[in-house]
């Protein structure tokens, strides 16, 4: 969505931009077809993000080449359109490998620097802008290669390594080293933006969706803990499992709340943020353990949802996970309300407390 707002009014120029999808993004073919359809984008290109799993030997050696800052060599960019990259600049929300690919490639044909642009998807990524210099977590990987860069006198890339981007600069006050601008906020009244977000992403229509909806996320599966599923089944037995419908996380294939009997939305690889601008969820209670969609999502339309962060009654939880929760969604949720944003939005520290709100209703 970010990619499409930036193309249609910052960019303009469709010969000089090129977009970049990863393959592990589900719906990617639908995604790069319909991309293609609109004339937006000069390339539109699909890339491996690394090694695909299972290919140690292989990810080792790329590892290896970009800590010696031969990344040009890695794979993603030899198999693919990246190899004939001319770029100046590079947008990005997310920290990936491709970026010392792009760097070292180009830096070993012209012998010039690349900027990288940040851009937030999230409004929880904020925190990364909070108090000076502080940055997100990095990976043991990540450490690897900029040790080795380091030492190669090669390039590092550092967060915001130049200007940032965002729409809430307010959530991110104490944030000086970099020049951070405003973006406009994302709406369904700019309706050629909407037209083409809803063409790429077939953005569903609802009508009469159960009152509680759930955010559900990645926690289980992806192994930062246990416990959303019986979660949204003690919900589900509160409320009424007709009055709850749940938007699964879009890599979630386990199919543990239709065996419950629990609704599913149909619609789920769809981004919330997309789903947000063509319809009306004034009516409804949303519910999540971590969901930056609905912070988001409320905060774009500018309409008080009501909505229940559950991190907190989540007890078996990694360390990462937890720090994550309460740096960066509670103190977000928190700072929001500071400035008289996203005032339904709480964050509910036990079941009592929740079963409370969900009896009001």
């Known amino acids: 969505m970010q990619a499409l707002f930036f193309q249609e009014r910052l960019f303009k120029d469709k010969d000089v931009t090129d977009i970049l999808i990863f393959r592990s993004v589900i719906g990617h073919e639908m995604f790069t077809e319909r991309l293609k359809e609109l004339h937006l984008f000069r390339k539109v290109m699909l890339i491996n993000e690394n090694a695909k799993k299972g290919k140690r030997f292989k990810k080792i050696f790329e590892l290896l080449l970009v800590s010696c800052g031969h990344a040009e060599r890695m794979s993603y960019i030899v198999d693919s359109e990246l190899i004939n990259s001319d770029y100046d600049e590079v947008w990005y929300y997310n920290y ?13 044909k012209e012998n010039r ?163 947000q601008l063509g319809n009306d969820f004034s009516q409804n209670v949303f519910l999540t353990v971590a969901s930056a969609s609905i912070v988001n999502t409320i905060l774009f339309s500018g309409e008080d949802l009501e909505a229940y962060y559950l991190f907190p009654l989540i007890i078996e939880m990694s360390d990462v996970f937890r720090t994550y929760c309460l740096d960066s969604v509670e103190n977000t949720i928190n700072m929001a309300h500071h400035y008289g944003k996203a005032k339904n939005t709480k964050v509910v520290k036990s079941m009592d407390e929740l079963y409370g709100y969900l009896q009001i209703h």
């Open 96 to 108: 990936c490998l491709w970026y010392y690919g792009i760097y070292d490639l180009i830096n070993s």
């Open 113 to 275: 620097q690349v900027k990288f642009v940040a851009f937030m998807e999230s409004i929880f990524t904020y925190t990364y802008l909070r108090n000076g210099e502080m940055s997100p977590p990095i990976s043991l990987r990540e450490k690897i290669i900029r040790i080795g860069r380091s030492l190669c006198g090669k390039w590092i890339l550092y967060p915001y390594s130049e200007n940032v981007y965002i729409q809430f600069p307010e959530m991110a006050n104490s944030y000086s080293e970099r020049i951070i601008h405003t973006l406009p906020i994302l709406t369904s009244k700019d309706r050629c933006f909407y037209n083409n977000v809803k063409h790429v992403f077939s953005v569903p229509v609802f009508r009469g969706l159960p009152k509680y909806i759930f955010m559900a996320s990645s926690l289980e599966f992806d192994g930062f803990g246990n416990g959303e599923t019986d979660l949204i089944i003690q919900i589900a037995d509160i409320v009424g499992k007709e009055n709850l419908i749940v938007k699964l996380h879009p890599r979630d294939n386990r199919c543990l709340l239709e065996k419950a009997g629990i609704s599913i939305m149909d619609s789920s690889r769809v981004c919330w943020e997309a789903i």
